[in-house]
T-cell receptor, first 114, second 117 residues
Framework: KQEVTQIPAALSVPEGENLVLNCSFT??????LQWFRQDPGKGLTSLLL?????REQTSGRLNASLDKSSGRSTLYIAASQPGDSATYLC?????????????FGKGITLSVRP | EAQVTQNPRYLITVTGKKLTVTCSQN?????MSWYRQDPGLGLRQIYY???????DKGDVPEGYKVSRKEKRNFPLILESPSPNQTSLYFC????????????????FGPGTRLLVL
């Protein structure tokens, strides 16, 4: 059974810092990995999706990497801003099966201090 | 605008009173799914649907029903809600799983916060 772990559960950094959020998964047979952002009481916004054949994806100040063999992904946020404060979740999708179910980590709650 | 909509956004009800949470997507996606999110447990899948009239159980289906009569709609039905179904519910949709090298972002609705007294 796939398990996704995100440690630490919470992180507080000063504005302007570059930071890395980690995600690990136990079964490397994945189809893709997706990073989401969730603001308090709100829905999930997809940030980046990495296919299993890819190593990284970039969008603006965000860069996500994937090392499937070691079961790890990182989300790099450059020059963090207070507006980046949110919970960041990673989710993996299995390689086999018709169900596109995502298995989620529990998220990292990021606070960027002005 | 591509989106997944859910209604209602907030709902307070009492034990045993049947309710339906609607979900609709405008992206012509075949795949739709329901998740619930609980503190300390994260997001867990309730039911999913691969296409019209094709549904199946996820990880936590007990106490829920779904139907998929139209491609765009995937309502979640609680026949007899109980307090342990108090949660934040999300509907999601995406393109079908093909096994090929396609990017398939899952789009989520804004969530429905349900309180069962």
């Amino acid at each position: 059974k796939q398990e996704v772990t995100q440690i630490p559960a919470a992180l507080s950094v000063p504005e302007g810092e570059n930071l890395v959020l980690n995600c690990s998964f136990t079964d490397s047979a994945i189809y893709n990995l997706q990073w989401f952002r969730q603001d308090p009481g709100k829905g999930l916004t997809s940030l980046l999706l990495i296919q299993s054949s890819q190593r990284e994806q970039t969008s603006g100040r965000l860069n996500a990497s994937l090392d499937k063999s070691s079961g790890r992904s990182t989300l790099y946020i450059a020059a963090s801003q207070p507006g980046d404060s949110a919970t960041y979740l990673c989710a993996v999708r299995p390689y086999t099966g018709a169900n596109s179910k995502l298995t989620f980590g529990k998220g990292i709650t990021l606070s960027v201090r002005p | 605008e591509a989106q997944v909509t859910q209604n209602p956004r907030y709902l307070i009800t009492v034990t045993g009173k049947k309710l339906t949470v609607t979900c609709s997507q405008n992206m012509n996606h075949e795949y739709m799914s329901w998740y619930r999110q609980d503190p300390g447990l994260g997001l867990r899948q309730i039911y999913y649907s691969m296409n019209v009239e094709v549904t199946d159980k996820g990880d936590v289906p007990e106490g829920y029903k779904v139907s998929r009569k139209e491609k765009r709609n995937f309502p979640l039905i609680l026949e007899s809600p109980s307090p342990n179904q108090t949660s934040l519910y999300f509907c999601a949709s995406s393109s079908p799983f093909t096994g090929g090298p396609r990017q398939e972002t899952q789009y989520f609705g804004p969530g429905t916060r349900l309180l069962v007294l």
